[in-house]
T-cell receptor
């Protein structure tokens, strides 16, 4: 019974390149959340998705960042034209349908993005 | 807006010492409260939670009580082990239906043998 799977674990990109981060939720979970952890900071909410729908993207930067959760396959967080300030750990979490998300959810191990 | 404030670390203790990590919050409405733990190089694991006033969450010897009158959710453990060394995050749900979590900055705990 695999947990939330994120890949890659570590990703290095040069400034101006694109970064694609993948998240496969736990089996049976259809709600996905993305959070960003900057160095020495707590996690900050970015976006909440259900299959084929963005429910809340109030934490997403207005430019260069996008997220999707297609009907088939993992959720993708995409960062275009990366800059050094995008260096952070990006965590994905999931929860099942029908459960109050306020009861908490399961996090993956994260992708650590380094922009050089 | 809603916020969480944790005591700053790092906290260094000897094995079997008593642990308290303070957490206070500001929120409109009635949030759920959580403690998450992050071991080195890993993701966050839910340690315990409380969903209403006076609830006590507990797990692995850790406890925290939801105190509405003092808006606090302090984490305690009577006797820490070296394996408890990690970063501990206090968090609240924002009270809306989306369940987005608001985290404190984290407190790093190091336990020495």
């Amino acid at each position: 019974n695999a947990g939330v799977m994120q890949n890659p674990r570590h990703l290095v990109r040069r400034r101006g390149q694109e970064a694609r981060l993948r998240c496969s939720p736990m089996k049976g979970h259809s709600h996905v959340y993305w959070y960003r952890q900057l160095p020495e900071e707590g996690l900050k909410f970015m976006v909440y998705l259900q299959k084929e729908n963005i429910i809340d993207e109030s934490g997403m930067p207005k430019e260069r960042f996008s997220a999707e959760f297609p009907k088939e396959g993992p959720s993708i967080l995409r960062i275009q034209q990366v800059v050094r300030g995008d260096s952070a750990a990006y965590f994905c979490a999931s929860s099942p349908p029908g459960r109050d998300p306020r009861s908490g959810y399961t996090f993956g191990s994260g992708t650590r993005l380094t922009v050089v | 807006g809603d916020s969480v404030t944790q005591m700053e670390g790092p906290v260094t203790l000897s094995e079997e010492a008593f642990l308290t990590i303070n957490c206070t919050y500001t929120a409109t409405g009635y949030p759920s409260l959580f403690w998450y733990v992050q071991y080195p190089g890993e993701g966050l694991q839910l340690l315990l939670k409380a969903t209403k006033a006076d609830d006590k969450g507990s797990n692995k010897g850790f406890e925290a009580t939801y105190r509405k009158e003092t808006t606090s959710f302090h984490l305690e453990k009577g006797s820490v082990q070296v394996s408890d060394s990690a970063v501990y995050f206090c968090a609240l749900s924002d009270g809306g239906s989306q369940g987005n979590l608001i985290f404190g900055k984290g407190t790093k705990l190091s336990v020495k043998p």
